[in-house]
């Protein structure tokens, strides 16, 4: 597996070590360890959680979708944690 001829054409690290390409869009990320791969793969889904609130606030009506969010979500903890019932 060692020092494979890498798919990329520009690749820097080709035949040099081992390493993994991120293959998410616009992101050029080299990684050398599985471990980097799971910290990198926290932040893309970081940034695209940021992205998709940026984009509700940026929408029409966008602060009504997100209470209407905030109270969906208050309700499901209800929901999720039903009151007890004492006898
Ligand atoms: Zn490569
Ligand atoms: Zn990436």
Redesign the pocket.
Known sequence: MKNEACQFDSCRFSRVCNHIH?I?EG?T?VLHSSGQLYS?KR??ERRDAELAYRTLNESRNGLEIVIEIIGLNLNLQKMARPPVTTT
Do not use: A
């Open positions: 991120c998410r992101c990320y990198h932040k893309h």
